[in-house]
């Protein structure tokens, strides 16, 4: 079972590696991580996704809570979340078999960014089961090779969420120090 969680951070140099060596150390696996900075460049949002159950998730949200640099920590449980990640396929397309794997493409709605003699580069985004959809299909035609981006996340509804926990509506209010 996998869990997604929102981390809102201080922007500043080593926090991703404290996140990140929090899970390393206590030995569970970080599947996904994307980090960007957030509309307020004083932080950055992390969306993490690891594997474990409700007790792991539970006990890295309060671990990772104690991090001074952490601002707030948000579960990203699903139907409550939007959830989008990035993929770069790279496609054989030897043997005249182009069109097929452009018409393919086009129904998954990817987009073919690069196109050579011998293969194309097709750039999808999705939750992860469409993503690893194109790809079983793809394999079929030969996949060269596949780099994915990190999945990012959003809580649903109008709201948005302080640094202090509380949904408030409107713009994000700067950060609340712990």
Do not use: C
């Not at 979340?81 to 993929?87: D, H, M």
């Not at 790279?90 to 043997?95: C, E, I, P, Q, Y």
């Amino acid at each position: 079972m996998e869990f997604t969680l929102g981390i809102l951070v201080d922007n500043e140099a080593g926090v991703l590696a404290r996140v990140a060596s929090l899970f390393s150390r206590r030995g569970y696996n970080i599947q996904s991580l994307a980090v960007g900075p957030t509309d307020d460049p004083g932080t950055s949002w992390i969306t993490l996704r690891a594997e474990g159950g409700d007790g792991v998730r539970i006990q890295m949200q309060r671990q990772l809570d104690k991090l001074v640099e952490v601002v707030a920590v948000y579960h990203m449980a699903e139907g409550a979340s939007v959830e989008r990640e990035l993929a770069l396929i790279k496609v054989r397309t030897d043997g005249g078999r182009r069109a097929e794997v452009m018409q393919i493409a086009q129904t998954f709605r990817a987009a073919v960014i690069d196109v050579s003699p011998r293969s194309v580069v097709l750039e999808t985004t999705g939750d992860s089961a469409k993503v690893n959809a194109l790809i079983e299909v793809m394999r079929d035609f030969g996949v060269l090779e596949v780099a994915r981006a990190g999945a990012v996340a959003m809580l649903r509804g109008p709201g948005v969420f302080r640094g202090d926990g509380e949904e408030a509506e409107g713009d994000r209010p700067q950060a609340q120090a712990h």
